[in-house]
């Protein structure tokens, strides 16, 4: 008998990642539109603005004055001081534009920190529900995720509650804030319970600031800014959600050695940089206005109000989220099972959300309600749901 394997087969580190369940969602969500129905898209992590003119136009500029040749890998000089400039007045990280690297999104920084810094059989202590291509990333880098309930940390001490999950083979800390998709911003004095905990074990922490200037109750706050957390914190950073530019594949991370040269390798020999056109745009972004970045947040706030208000009053509990753009209200109501609750909505309303589950055990009993679209959008969305609960 021929015992050889096919060659025609997979890389085993890529047996247990998944393709992530948003993405079965939106096929569905496809899939009914075909038929001509409509339906409220609920489901999707998108801005509901366009990406300004001018980020826009910066980019055709640099098309036109044939800025279309390889870039440094790591990015434009002018794009990381830029960036170490914003680094240390909004984030309060001192850094050297070489402690900053442009990414093709935030994917690819939290892509390059997994493997930078996970061996094979290494644990990462991961707050959840939680953000699901995390836990893909952990586990391309043949690590494993330690699932750490938010809920039960934030009520019985976080430090003490990571302890409780950790294990000999902890190496790193995911900490992700605001969080998608529960909204949760952790206060500053959590992030100093999770640094101390960091510094006591020799971990590396893993952040992942996304949605930084998405904060509507408290303020965001950076772990690597606390005293001895530069060096061993890599920060994952995007365009994606503050300036709508989630096509343009636009981020960055930012790290001390020796993590920052494992960070250029890897994004040298995956993408060799980001287009060079994108980096310009990525420049001019860097120069908008806080009153506008703050302005939009104020039209954020005004669809979480009117989101939230809406699930309490016809009975999906949901305390108002602090942060990102993600309602997560309890959905046992509908159905104990969250992709059942979710089929049903999606059937029986035409409103279109993801699962709890998708996020870890800890969002089970959950359904994830994205209110990044335009207002009239949520309320033909809340009829639907009035309709349905009467
Ligand atoms: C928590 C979190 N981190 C990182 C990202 C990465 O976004 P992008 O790759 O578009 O920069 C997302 C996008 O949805 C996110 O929700």
New binding site residues.
């Given amino acids: 008998m021929n015992t050889r394997q096919s060659g025609i087969r997979l890389a085993k580190r890529l047996d247990e990642v998944g393709f992530s369940g948003i993405v079965q969602v939106r096929n569905k969500v496809m899939a009914m539109r075909a038929e001509g129905l409509h339906v409220h898209s609920l489901h999707c992590?998108e801005p509901f603005f366009e990406t300004p003119q001018e980020i826009k136009y910066a980019a055709v500029k640099a098309l036109v004055e044939n800025h279309t040749h390889y870039a440094p890998s790591s990015g434009l000089p002018p794009l990381r001081q830029a960036l170490a400039a914003k680094l240390a007045v909004k984030n309060a990280i001192h850094v050297t534009e070489d402690e900053v690297i442009a990414t093709v999104?935030?994917?690819q920084g939290?892509y390059a920190a997994f493997q930078s810094v996970i061996d094979p059989g290494d644990h990462v202590l991961v707050f959840s529900p939680y953000?699901t291509p995390i836990g893909d990333l952990v586990t391309l880098a043949q690590g494993r995720p330690l699932l750490v309930p938010t809920i039960t940390a934030r009520r019985n001490g976080i430090r003490k509650t990571l302890e409780q999950f950790s294990t000999p083979h902890t190496r790193a800390i995911y900490f992700?804030t605001p969080q998608?998709p529960s909204g949760l911003v952790f206060t500053r004095a959590e992030a100093e319970e999770v640094a101390a905990f960091a510094i006591e074990r020799d971990l590396v922490v893993i952040a992942?600031e996304?949605y930084e200037d998405l904060v509507y109750d408290g303020v965001h706050f950076s772990i690597a800014a606390l005293p001895g957390m530069a060096e061993r914190t890599i920060t994952?950073f995007?365009f994606?959600k503050t300036y709508a530019m989630?096509g343009w594949r636009a981020?960055y991370t930012v790290a001390k050695e020796p993590f920052m040269t494992a960070l250029r390798k890897i994004v040298l020999y995956s993408t060799n940089g980001v287009p060079t056109p994108v980096q310009y745009a990525m420049i001019q972004a860097l120069s908008t206005p806080e009153s506008e970045i703050a302005a939009r947040r104020e039209e954020y706030r005004r669809r979480r109000d009117l989101l939230v208000a809406a699930l309490n009053d016809v009975g999906l509990e949901c305390p108002p989220p602090a942060g990102a753009f993600y309602a997560f209200p309890n959905a046992e109501k509908i159905n104990k099972n969250s992709r059942t609750a979710a089929q049903i909505l999606l059937d029986k309303a035409h409103i279109a959300t993801i699962p709890g589950s998708v996020f870890g055990a800890q969002g089970e009993g959950h359904l994830r309600f994205g209110y990044a679209i335009a207002i009239k959008e949520i309320e033909d969305c809340v009829d639907a749901l009035r309709k349905f609960f009467a």
């Fill in positions: 992590g999104g935030g994917s939290l953000w992700n998608n992942d996304a994952s995007t994606s989630t981020g």
